[in-house]
């Protein structure tokens, strides 16, 4: 397969978060009941006529800021013209040649669906327009039943470059495009209710020569499913091109069942979607005053955390990603960092220790009862060697269920370590008397006796003892 | 005097005396309907129950000292394509039928709460394509002045119905010409305001960026009246203009003509068709204003002759997909004997929409069709531009602009149903004014040889309407044009 380079571009629609829909008053709601939030405007009544939500504006401007992109000063709305019953007006109003937003750039990196690390660097995007969403059609087999609710909902259709070589790369632009949405609060990107959209476009060509032919796998409404099935068409596309067999300009599907895409149908001709400016909304036109106003108060991107991660508190490129997938979570760090010495404990324990805890546990971390202090205090008493290192695995679940201090928890659990060097010394002179074997085999230089030693002085104190503490007196008693 | 014969103005006058109330107008005015509407057709539909219930809470109101002021109890009619709510607005057309509207539109809204009284629906062209109103499919509208000619259209319901005293004034809308050509084929006013001065919201959308609601009365006093109820901002059409304007009415008096610089356009003069008595009817009319004090400047509109070719490309675009939501799916007529839903849209459509209809969607879904190669709908925005521009470059120039509406008066009906071309044509005097989007006005200046009555256009800059009602009140009152009494 190595021999052909992918290029694959993603179209992704993203339900932007506002209180109403794009052009009436109804409200922007998932899960109300059949044909609630509908009126006369979005049922596209004889008469209505379109205005737009000043909130879809600022969720795309902000999108486009928190994407590097160009904000575009004067924008304007365009009609697309085709038939389903869908869609109320038979038309729908989107952007054509002139989006709000253009240029921008999507970070990827951290490691792909297949567990390889994906080499950081930044896919170009091409746009960001605003458009509506449509209504719900479900087929009943002898009819088919339309819920308006949806119909309305602003999209913020991003449209990638064709920059992409891999599944994987494509599942971390998703992922970043994802992070940067919920990072500033434009779109929650609940895949299950609707609110993140893909269609892939995915060709492949030996290096040197002109672009293939692309395909289109549409809708495809799951990461998961947008990684397999350009695994799917790579390995199809590429027996193909290897049998002679000249691909054809398609729309294809995932089928989840079958594990393969399927043809939908051929695309010889562009389709004529009839654009034209959309006579009943003005152009927008933005100043550079408004958008620099927008800026200063544009969230923080999650590529801003990765660098203050990295910069101020020393955790590696990797890290950094993992913990700011979730924008939830790279706050909690953010906090908890700050207030220890090594922000790279923390770090470690919320990736491994705190993170498997809460996977075993199905919840998220907003859920428990954890609050960053009661990180900072648990990593501080490890920093002060008030408990050991393994410790922290056995005071973290506690913390979680419980509105408790790390110390009260340390001492509940007897999990204070022996700093008193008459106790230490007590267990360290029965641990030699009781092992002349090992002393014997220390004394002849041999290094692993030391260990033994020392896990046998941690048994005898239950855990408590402080291990760097033993080892000196250990060297101490037997040189 | 009969209370048919007032005039709106008058009618106020005399509900803020007592000397009527608003239930005896209503009342002398559905007589008058019962009378003569089977000859003019000028109404689609009238709730009288309905009409007479708004007349008597309007009195009521006045009784009670609560009155909503000069306009409460007038009654006014609108056309076929503007919504109110829990009546239908069929536009003409049998496509939508069955979906009582669920709101008002803003005209009806200002209307009701200005106590107005909404008396009945106006025929129309179908969704206001035509000039003649003869491809409504609901009913014929015949021209009360001669009862075999057409009224002109798309308003003609509305323009038919002052003329024939069945409604003090009315509604209608001009995309074209609408509201202007009807108001000179039946010898009454109609002003076409400013793109934006009116809200659109509940005017079912012929051409979007053309349309625009105005006022059709039997004199120029109650057109500013009527203005002055219905222009303002609103929040629910994002081109409608900011601001309201509350005193088109009482600027009329005490304008002086002496000074007001007048346009005369030659191109205008020159069109293909200009009957020999319309130009000269207009030209005393000009020299009318002139002896009244007006100076008379001559004015080029050079891109005059393009109009039509440029509004039919834009306006039938914009239609196209206007009228794309009506397919039977969420309400009015579909066509059921398929399970196909590409049969269902062909079928519902062709048999909802009439033939002129059908031919303005292939025009604009053509039109449309090339977009990417720039044919036809950039073209035509260019040349929107050039006209605009001659407008601007001519009213430099002058204070406004003097023509005539059409180039012929009233014609036999069924003339220039069969000849769609003609009937384009016929538009070149009025279009222009919508593609600039300013503001023009009808106002009778005299009758041809047959007696048909005769239109005299004002045109102003966007925004002129003061001074286009002003000059167009002056030169009713000075020079008194006689219209052939209508004889029903």
């Given at each position: 397969m190595?021999?052909?380079?992918?290029?694959i571009g993603l179209e992704i629609?993203v339900?932007a978060k506002?209180?109403s829909k794009?052009?009436?008053?109804?409200?922007?709601?998932?899960g109300?009941p059949?044909?609630?939030?509908v009126?006369p405007?979005?049922l596209?009544?004889?008469?209505v006529?379109?205005?737009v939500n000043?909130?879809?504006i600022n969720?795309?401007?902000?999108?486009?800021l928190?994407?590097d992109?160009?904000?575009?000063?004067y924008?304007?709305?365009?009609?697309?013209?085709y038939?389903?019953p869908d869609?109320?007006?038979n038309?729908?109003?989107t952007?054509f040649?002139?989006?709000f937003?253009?240029?921008g750039?999507?970070p990827?990196?951290?490691k792909?669906?297949?567990?390889e690390?994906i080499?950081?660097r930044e896919?170009?995007?091409?746009?960001?327009?605003?458009?509506e969403d449509?209504g719900?059609s479900?087929?009943?087999?002898t009819?088919s039943t339309?819920?308006?609710?949806?119909?309305g909902?602003p999209?913020?259709e991003?449209?990638?470059?064709p920059?992409?070589?891999s599944?994987d790369?494509?599942y971390a632009y998703v992922?970043?495009?994802?992070?940067?949405?919920?990072y500033g609060?434009i779109s929650?990107?609940d895949?299950?209710?609707?609110?993140?959209r893909?269609?892939v476009?995915?060709?492949i060509?030996?290096p040197?020569?002109p672009?293939?032919?692309?395909?289109?796998?549409?809708n495809l409404n799951?990461t998961r499913?947008?990684w397999l099935?350009?695994?799917y068409?790579?390995?199809?596309q590429t027996?193909?091109?290897e049998?002679?067999?000249?691909?054809?300009?398609?729309?294809?599907?995932?089928?989840?069942?079958r594990?393969e895409?399927?043809h939908?149908r051929f695309?010889e001709?562009?389709?004529?979607?009839?654009y034209f400016?959309?006579p009943?909304?003005p152009?927008?036109?933005?100043?550079?005053d408004?958008i620099e106003q927008?800026?200063?108060?544009m969230?923080?991107?999650?590529k801003a955390?990765?660098e203050?991660f990295?910069n101020?508190f020393?955790v590696?490129?990797y890290d950094?990603h993992?913990?700011?997938?979730?924008?939830?979570?790279?706050?909690?760090f953010?906090e908890?960092?700050k207030?220890?010495k090594?922000?790279k404990?923390v770090?470690?324990?919320?990736?491994n220790?705190l993170?498997s805890?809460?996977?075993e546990?199905?919840?998220?971390?907003?859920e428990?009862?954890?609050k960053?202090q009661?990180?900072?205090?648990?990593v501080?008493?490890?920093?002060?060697?008030v408990i050991?290192k393994?410790?922290?695995?056995k005071?973290l679940?506690?913390?979680?269920e419980?509105n408790?201090?790390a110390?009260q928890?340390?001492?509940?659990?007897d999990?204070?370590?022996?700093?008193?060097?008459?106790?230490?010394?007590?267990?360290?002179?029965?641990?030699i008397?009781?092992n002349?074997k090992?002393?014997?085999e220390?004394?002849e230089g041999?290094?692993n006796?030391v260990?033994?030693?020392?896990?046998?002085?941690m048994k005898?104190?239950?855990?408590?003892?402080?291990?760097?503490m033993v080892?000196?007196m250990i060297n101490?008693k037997?040189s | 005097?009969s209370?048919i014969?007032?005039?709106?103005?008058?009618a106020?006058d005399?509900?803020?005396?007592g000397e009527v109330?608003?239930?005896?107008?209503?009342?002398?005015?559905l007589?008058?309907v019962d009378?003569?509407?089977?000859?003019v057709?000028?109404?689609?539909?009238i709730?009288?129950e309905r009409v007479?219930?708004a007349?008597?809470?309007?009195d009521a109101?006045?009784?009670s000292?609560?009155s909503l002021?000069?306009y409460?109890g007038l009654?006014i009619?609108?056309k076929?394509?503007i919504?109110?709510?829990?009546?239908?607005?069929k536009c003409?057309s049998?496509?939508?039928?069955?979906?009582?509207?669920?709101?008002?539109?803003?005209v009806v809204?200002k209307?009701k709460?200005?106590?107005c009284?909404?008396?009945?629906?106006?025929?129309?062209?179908?969704?206001a394509?035509?000039?003649?109103?003869?491809?409504?499919?609901?009913?014929k509208?015949?021209n009360?002045?001669?009862?075999?000619c057409?009224?002109?259209?798309s308003?003609?319901?509305?323009?038919?119905?002052?003329?024939?005293?069945?409604f003090l004034?009315?509604l209608?809308s001009?995309?074209?010409g609408?509201?202007?050509?009807p108001?000179?084929?039946?010898?009454i006013?109609?002003?076409?305001p400013?793109?934006g001065?009116v809200s659109?919201?509940?005017?079912?959308?012929f051409a979007?960026?053309?349309?625009?609601i105005?006022?059709?009365?039997?004199d120029v006093r109650?057109?500013?009246?009527?203005?002055?109820?219905?222009?303002?901002?609103?929040e629910k059409d994002?081109?409608a203009?900011p601001?309201?304007?509350?005193?088109?009415?009482a600027?009329?008096e005490g304008f002086?003509?002496?000074?007001?610089?007048?346009?005369?356009?030659?191109?205008y003069?020159?069109?293909?068709?200009m009957e020999?008595?319309v130009?000269?009817?207009?030209?005393?009319?000009i020299?009318k204003l002139?002896a009244?004090?007006a100076?008379?400047?001559?004015?080029?509109?050079?891109?005059?002759?393009y109009?039509?070719a440029?509004?039919?490309?834009?306006?039938?675009?914009?239609?196209c997909?206007?009228l794309?939501?009506?397919?039977?799916?969420r309400?009015?007529n579909r066509?059921?004997e398929?399970d196909d839903?590409?049969?269902m849209?062909n079928e519902t459509?062709s048999?909802?929409?009439?033939?002129?209809?059908?031919?303005?969607?292939m025009?604009?879904t053509?039109?449309?069709s090339?977009?990417e190669?720039h044919?036809y709908?950039h073209?035509?925005?260019?040349?929107?531009?050039?006209i605009?521009?001659?407008?601007?470059k001519?009213y430099?120039?002058c204070d406004?602009?003097?023509a005539?509406v059409?180039?012929?008066t009233a014609?036999?009906s069924?003339?220039s149903?069969e000849?769609?071309m003609?009937?384009?044509?016929?538009?070149?005097l009025?279009?222009?004014v919508?593609?600039?989007g300013?503001?023009g006005i009808?106002?009778?200046?005299?009758?041809d040889?047959?007696?048909?009555p005769?239109?005299?256009q004002v045109m102003?800059?966007a925004?002129?309407?003061?001074?286009l009602l002003?000059?167009?009140y002056a030169?009713?009152q000075n020079?008194a044009?006689e219209?052939?009494?209508?004889?029903?």
């Amino acid at each position: 397969m190595s021999e052909y380079e992918v290029i694959i571009g993603l179209e992704i629609h993203v339900q932007a978060k506002t209180k109403s829909k794009v052009f009436c008053s109804c409200k922007n709601e998932y899960g109300a009941p059949p044909n609630s939030n509908v009126c006369p405007i979005c049922l596209a009544h004889p008469g209505v006529l379109p205005v737009v939500n000043q909130e879809a504006i600022n969720q795309i401007v902000k999108a486009g800021l928190m994407t590097d992109s160009k904000i575009a000063l004067y924008s304007k709305f365009d009609r697309k013209s085709y038939f389903y019953p869908d869609q109320p007006k038979n038309y729908q109003i989107t952007q054509f040649d002139l989006p709000f937003v253009e240029a921008g750039k999507i970070p990827i990196g951290g490691k792909g669906l297949s567990g390889e690390m994906i080499e950081p660097r930044e896919i170009g995007m091409e746009r960001i327009h605003l458009e509506e969403d449509v209504g719900k059609s479900t087929h009943h087999g002898t009819h088919s039943t339309v819920d308006y609710n949806r119909a309305g909902v602003p999209l913020l259709e991003t449209v990638s470059m064709p920059e992409m070589h891999s599944a994987d790369e494509a599942y971390a632009y998703v992922q970043s495009l994802q992070q940067i949405m919920r990072y500033g609060g434009i779109s929650d990107c609940d895949q299950e209710k609707g609110q993140f959209r893909c269609d892939v476009n995915i060709s492949i060509h030996k290096p040197g020569t002109p672009f293939g032919t692309k395909v289109e796998i549409k809708n495809l409404n799951s990461t998961r499913h947008i990684w397999l099935s350009i695994n799917y068409e790579i390995e199809r596309q590429t027996e193909m091109v290897e049998e002679g067999i000249e691909i054809h300009q398609e729309t294809r599907r995932w089928n989840d069942a079958r594990q393969e895409t399927v043809h939908m149908r051929f695309k010889e001709t562009a389709d004529d979607y009839r654009y034209f400016p959309e006579p009943d909304l003005p152009p927008v036109v933005l100043s550079s005053d408004q958008i620099e106003q927008w800026r200063s108060e544009m969230p923080m991107t999650p590529k801003a955390y990765r660098e203050q991660f990295i910069n101020e508190f020393k955790v590696t490129e990797y890290d950094a990603h993992v913990l700011t997938l979730d924008k939830a979570n790279a706050d909690f760090f953010a906090e908890a960092a700050k207030g220890v010495k090594k922000p790279k404990t923390v770090a470690n324990v919320m990736m491994n220790t705190l993170n498997s805890l809460l996977s075993e546990a199905g919840k998220e971390l907003f859920e428990t009862e954890l609050k960053p202090q009661d990180l900072i205090d648990l990593v501080k008493l490890q920093e002060g060697n008030v408990i050991s290192k393994s410790a922290i695995a056995k005071i973290l679940p506690v913390l979680l269920e419980e509105n408790k201090s790390a110390e009260q928890v340390a001492k509940d659990l007897d999990l204070v370590q022996q700093n008193d060097t008459g106790a230490l010394e007590g267990w360290v002179d029965e641990v030699i008397a009781a092992n002349p074997k090992a002393v014997g085999e220390f004394k002849e230089g041999q290094k692993n006796a030391v260990n033994f030693l020392m896990g046998q002085v941690m048994k005898a104190s239950r855990g408590k003892a402080n291990p760097p503490m033993v080892i000196q007196m250990i060297n101490k008693k037997l040189s | 005097m009969s209370l048919i014969d007032l005039k709106l103005h008058e009618a106020a006058d005399k509900l803020a005396a007592g000397e009527v109330t608003s239930r005896q107008l209503c009342e002398a005015l559905l007589a008058r309907v019962d009378a003569v509407e089977e000859k003019v057709g000028a109404l689609v539909s009238i709730n009288n129950e309905r009409v007479l219930a708004a007349a008597d809470a309007s009195d009521a109101r006045r009784a009670s000292g609560s009155s909503l002021g000069r306009y409460d109890g007038l009654p006014i009619t609108i056309k076929d394509n503007i919504v109110e709510e829990g009546e239908e607005s069929k536009c003409a057309s049998s496509i939508i039928d069955g979906l009582v509207n669920v709101y008002d539109s803003t005209v009806v809204r200002k209307l009701k709460e200005a106590g107005c009284v909404v008396f009945g629906r106006a025929n129309m062209d179908e969704f206001a394509m035509g000039s003649t109103t003869e491809t409504s499919q609901i009913k014929k509208t015949c021209n009360p002045h001669d009862l075999d000619c057409v009224p002109g259209g798309s308003s003609g319901g509305s323009a038919a119905g002052v003329a024939s005293k069945e409604f003090l004034g009315a509604l209608g809308s001009d995309t074209g010409g609408s509201i202007r050509q009807p108001a000179s084929f039946c010898g009454i006013v109609g002003l076409k305001p400013t793109y934006g001065l009116v809200s659109r919201f509940g005017l079912v959308a012929f051409a979007s960026s053309l349309d625009q609601i105005g006022p059709m009365s039997k004199d120029v006093r109650d057109s500013a009246l009527i203005l002055d109820i219905i222009n303002g901002e609103d929040e629910k059409d994002s081109t409608a203009l900011p601001g309201k304007i509350t005193d088109f009415e009482a600027s009329l008096e005490g304008f002086d003509i002496k000074g007001m610089k007048l346009g005369v356009p030659a191109e205008y003069f020159e069109v293909e068709g200009m009957e020999a008595d319309v130009k000269a009817s207009v030209q005393a009319a000009i020299a009318k204003l002139e002896a009244m004090g007006a100076e008379i400047v001559p004015v080029s509109l050079p891109h005059t002759k393009y109009a039509i070719a440029t509004y039919y490309v834009i306006a039938t675009a914009e239609a196209c997909t206007n009228l794309a939501r009506f397919e039977g799916v969420r309400y009015g007529n579909r066509y059921t004997e398929t399970d196909d839903i590409l049969e269902m849209y062909n079928e519902t459509r062709s048999r909802g929409f009439g033939k002129e209809v059908q031919r303005r969607i292939m025009l604009g879904t053509y039109v449309l069709s090339s977009y990417e190669d720039h044919k036809y709908y950039h073209r035509a925005q260019k040349v929107r531009t050039l006209i605009r521009q001659d407008f601007e470059k001519a009213y430099e120039q002058c204070d406004l602009i003097v023509a005539p509406v059409a180039p012929e008066t009233a014609f036999k009906s069924g003339e220039s149903s069969e000849d769609p071309m003609k009937m384009y044509l016929a538009d070149i005097l009025t279009t222009s004014v919508n593609l600039a989007g300013t503001c023009g006005i009808s106002v009778p200046c005299g009758q041809d040889s047959k007696g048909m009555p005769i239109g005299l256009q004002v045109m102003g800059p966007a925004l002129g309407e003061k001074k286009l009602l002003q000059l167009a009140y002056a030169y009713e009152q000075n020079a008194a044009v006689e219209l052939k009494e209508v004889e029903l």
